[in-house]
């Protein structure tokens, strides 16, 4: 079954390979052949904001370019020097895309100062208003086809692409309108325009370097494939619960995770071997995720008093609205021993809630020994 869900995984992921690299050589042939009608049009007419719609479709074959190799390093089989793979090549070919993409746009806001300072006429024609107006019909096709084939196979790289090939027919269409507004009212605004546009690129690079920074960091997991998995794993009759997950990403689609179970006391260790396992094939299937790791959490099933006594410490715990959840609990009543876990939100410092949380429960449970661990708020709870 596991070789078999393995076999599917790599299909998957050629097929994936295959679309993406495919779409992105559609839009550096689409990108190319709209730049070229753009920059003939802009130095005909000598049209700055022309010009720059141009090079920012150069831009845009030079991203895609950049996509189609960081797809290709990215599908590297992992070998001794990287175990886990290559995936994350995928973010760093979108770091290099954004940088390009603020390269071109502060070239872009140096030439259009340059124009507001020293302005040329320009000169525009029926035919290149035309061609203007095509272009901007084949940015918004080529948008709506890289955004839907991202979607296809949950591509963050082609969904920006598609909304930011559909927002340049945007941009396309406001220099589209300044030229017919020279040409009626002879007011020019092509260098007022180009730093609009040069602006807009501006901003739109930060924000990709900043989304790729965040997946290099890491970041909170999409809470739909953590509730998914926790849901996986509490299907069993002995799971009570599913804590501390925490999905560690290396690159798209390629996930590893650790989570700890919380399981009666009275299992033996063969019991709980068979059902880890059986576990992780199934989140495999379902998910993709790979479950590297399952630690235990035991609860009382022998005695009555732990219940009754979790109940009130669970009270007294989150009182407070820094404390998430409470987890993990287990009372040894021979030998006065209590423990559990707490999740902390990022308002206090852990050790400073542990503190607060030890000294109320001694006053509460002066005989026991209390040992309480903070866990870091990973994921929605």
């Not at 019909?137 to 296809?152: A, I, N, P, T």
């Not at 196979?153 to 598609?162: C, D, E, I, P």
């Not at 999409?222 to 804590?243: C, F, H, N, S």
């Not at 998910?287 to 630690?295: A, C, E, H």
Request: glycine content about 6%.
């Amino acid at each position: 079954m596991e070789r078999k869900n393995g076999e599917h995984q790599e299909t998957e992921r050629k097929e994936r390979d295959r679309i993406i690299i495919r779409t992105s050589a559609v839009g550096i042939a689409a990108n190319l052949l709209l730049a070229g009608f753009k920059a003939g049009v802009g130095l005909l007419s000598h049209s700055i904001a022309v010009v720059l719609d141009a090079v920012n479709n150069l831009s845009d074959a030079l991203s895609s370019v950049i996509t189609i190799t960081g797809t290709k390093l990215a599908g590297k089989a992992p070998d001794k020097k990287h175990p886990l793979g290559y995936g994350r090549i995928e973010y760093l070919s979108a770091m290099i895309v954004a940088l390009i993409v603020l390269y071109a746009g502060v070239t872009a806001l140096a030439e259009s100062v340059k124009k507001i300072l020293h302005p040329e006429q320009a000169s525009y024609s029926m035919t290149s208003l035309i061609i203007i107006g095509a272009a901007i019909l084949g940015k918004l096709l080529l948008g709506r086809y890289v955004k839907k084939q991202g979607e296809k196979v949950k591509s963050q790289a082609l969904v920006a692409s598609g909304a930011d090939a559909l927002f340049d027919a945007v941009l396309s269409a406001s220099v589209l309108v300044s030229a017919i507004i020279y040409m009626v009212c002879q007011i020019s605004l092509e260098a007022y325009v180009g730093v609009v546009i040069a602006a807009i690129i501006i901003k739109s690079g930060f924000e990709m370097l900043w989304e790729t920074l965040g997946e290099i960091l890491g970041q909170r997991p999409d809470p739909e494939m953590t509730e998914r998995i926790k849901q996986i794993l509490t299907e069993e009759k002995e799971v009570m619960g599913a804590y501390d997950l925490i999905l560690n990403n290396y690159g798209p689609n390629k996930n590893y995770a650790s989570v700890h179970l919380e399981l009666p006391d009275n299992m033996q260790v063969e019991q709980v071997d068979v059902l880890t396992r059986k576990l992780q094939e199934r989140v495999y299937a379902q998910t993709g995720v790979i479950l590297t790791g399952v630690g235990v959490y035991s609860y009382n099933t022998r005695e009555n008093e732990p219940s009754r006594i979790r109940n009130k410490v669970q009270n007294i715990v989150l009182s407070h609205d820094w404390v998430l959840q409470l987890h993990g609990f287990y009372m040894d009543l021979k030998e006065k021993d209590m423990r559990f876990d707490v999740v902390l939100s990022f308002d206090i410092r852990h050790q400073e809630g542990i503190e607060i949380l030890e000294k109320e429960l001694r006053t509460e449970y002066p005989d026991y020994t209390i040992r309480i661990t903070a866990d870091v708020d990973t994921s929605d709870i």
